[in-house]
């Protein structure tokens, strides 16, 4: 691990072209906002109602979803509370020609990264759309490493993993060994196993991720074991 980051496997595939979704009911926003955001280099799929974006599996990759909020026979800002509630996490962009503040806080309130209102100029879409894209890269990075950890953590034996649950909670090594009744020697053994097969450049590192896998062991501490 270097920097708080974990590597596993090969160099990362180049990046792709954002993916941007457009859902508004109007056929002249969808090519308007369509139109500049293939000017800015972004993938851009375009949707009149939300069971059409819904219905498409290459939307399901979407870094930012421009949602308006009026549109037929739909309220987007019930759409945005399904998509949570669907646990589909894409950042979005509420759009609106008739906006008011209770409708504004609401969109913020379930998680919008800005409430645009029409009619907006380029650099409003563009900026909007680039923090999206921005928080998007973040939480996948996230989720990246997460799945690292899971992936090296699969690779240590029970015993390695009792070792790791104990340190990471703060015991020292001869608590550990009175813990699981090996000799100290033997848990420096697993301790430096599991340390290397983490890729754990610390004690810190190997904290951090035994929180994101929650097998510290909670329910003792280096001061609630004889030493």
Do not use: F, H
């Given at each position: 691990m270097a920097n708080g980051t974990i590597a596993v496997g090969g160099p990362p595939a180049p990046a792709c072209p954002a993916l941007?979704?457009?859902?508004?009911?109007?056929?002249?926003?969808?090519?308007?906002v369509e139109s500049l955001l293939r000017s800015a280099d972004y993938r851009v799929m375009a949707f009149?109602?939300?069971?059409d974006y819904l219905a498409s599996a290459e939307a399901a990759d979407a870094a930012c979803l421009m949602l308006d909020v009026h549109l037929d026979g739909a309220d987007g800002l019930e759409v945005q509370q399904a998509l949570h509630d669907r646990s589909i996490p894409v950042p979005v962009v509420l759009m609106t020609g008739?906006?008011?503040?209770?409708?504004?806080?609401?969109g913020m309130k379930a998680g919008a990264v800005d409430f645009l209102t029409k009619p907006f100029t380029e650099d409003e879409v563009l900026h909007a759309v680039g923090e999206?894209?921005?928080?998007?890269?973040?939480?996948?990075?996230?989720?990246?490493?997460?799945?690292?950890?899971?992936?090296?953590?699969?690779?240590l034996t029970p015993r390695e993993r009792d070792v790791m649950a104990l340190v990471t909670a703060g015991l020292m090594n001869k608590q550990v060994a009175a813990k699981l009744e090996l000799s100290e020697v033997t848990v420096k053994i697993h301790r430096g196993n599991l340390m290397r097969k983490m890729r754990a450049q610390s004690l810190a590192d190997l904290v951090r991720m035994a929180e994101i896998l929650d097998v510290r062991e909670r329910t003792v501490t280096r001061y609630s074991v004889a030493g």
């Open positions: 941007v979704c457009v859902i508004d009911a109007d056929a002249l926003v969808r090519c308007a009149a109602s939300p069971e008739q906006g008011d503040t209770q409708m504004t806080v609401r999206a894209v921005a928080l998007d890269r973040r939480r996948r990075s996230e989720r990246g490493e997460d799945d690292a950890v899971r992936i090296l953590y699969a690779k």
